[in-house]
């Protein structure tokens, strides 16, 4: 298996629902990634796993809470969003912090109303 | 800093055409890795290739090759006899080693491929 799989792949919220994006692969990878992209720009990371421990956070709003239950999974809790924050979620994941390469998944397109 | 430009935005050819997508990178780091991603409409980024900064052998994989340069901080990539199914956004990427774990992205070009 050499894929990452998000889920769901669309979706819509009200700005006072709570919702949760999930990612998962299992190449073993133990570094594992979330990057926010908004329409024609470049993807922007949000966090890295390193080994099942939050090891970056880009400065973002604490109603995005990431969460990674073991080295497989990957997910991002969703609470009180803004209009602004529809945009393409990526998840992707790499052997390890190295850079050997990374994975990405098709992402999830998410549109707040 | 670390920086990725991409100077072209849109790029529009014929089918069956030569283009280069041109990337030219920042770094204070001796050591790094580029990358070139391509993204069509459905989304997902798709990897082309990895070069670490000890290598500057130009690459060709079928229809692409890169050509990489250090003395001008250059990552070029071409695809010859250009293909619809090219069409897509493309993305150069750097990454340091050894603080590793995120990539910085040029802005993209967008390559229209007509038949």
């Known amino acids: 298996d050499t894929e990452v799989t998000q889920t769901p792949k669309h979706l819509v919220m009200g700005m006072t629902n709570k919702k949760s994006l999930k990612c998962e692969q299992h190449?073993?990878?133990?570094?594992m990634y979330w990057y926010k992209q908004k329409a024609k720009k470049p993807p922007e990371l949000m966090f890295v796993?390193?080994?099942?421990?939050?090891?970056i956070n880009e400065s973002v709003p604490s109603r995005f809470s990431p969460e990674c239950p073991n080295s497989s999974l990957l997910n991002l809790h969703l609470h009180a969003l803004q209009p602004e924050d529809s945009a393409l979620y990526l998840c992707?994941?790499?052997?390890?912090?190295?850079?050997?390469?990374?994975?990405f998944g098709s992402g999830t397109r998410l549109t707040v109303v | 800093a670390q920086k990725v430009t991409q100077a072209q935005t849109e790029i529009s050819v014929v089918e069956k055409e030569d283009v280069t997508l041109d990337c030219v990178y920042e770094?204070?780091?001796?050591?790094?890795?580029l990358f070139w991603y391509k993204q069509p409409p459905s989304g997902e980024l798709v990897f082309l290739i990895r070069?670490?900064?000890?290598?500057?052998q130009n690459e060709i994989s079928g229809r692409y090759s890169w050509n990489f340069q250090k003395s001008t901080s250059s990552f070029n990539f071409t695809i010859t006899a250009s293909q619809v199914v090219d069409s897509a956004v493309y993305f150069c990427?750097?990454?340091?080693?050894?603080?590793?774990?995120?990539?910085?992205f040029g802005q993209g070009t967008e390559l229209s491929v007509k038949p």
């Open positions: 992707a994941s790499s052997q390890g912090r190295d850079t050997y390469g990374y994975t």
């Open positions: 190449m073993g990878h133990r570094a």
């Open positions: 796993y390193s080994y099942e421990k939050l090891s």
């Open positions: 770094t204070r780091d001796t050591t790094y890795y």
């Open positions: 070069r670490n900064s000890f290598d500057e």
């Open positions: 990427a750097l990454s340091e080693a050894p603080r590793g774990g995120k990539l910085i």
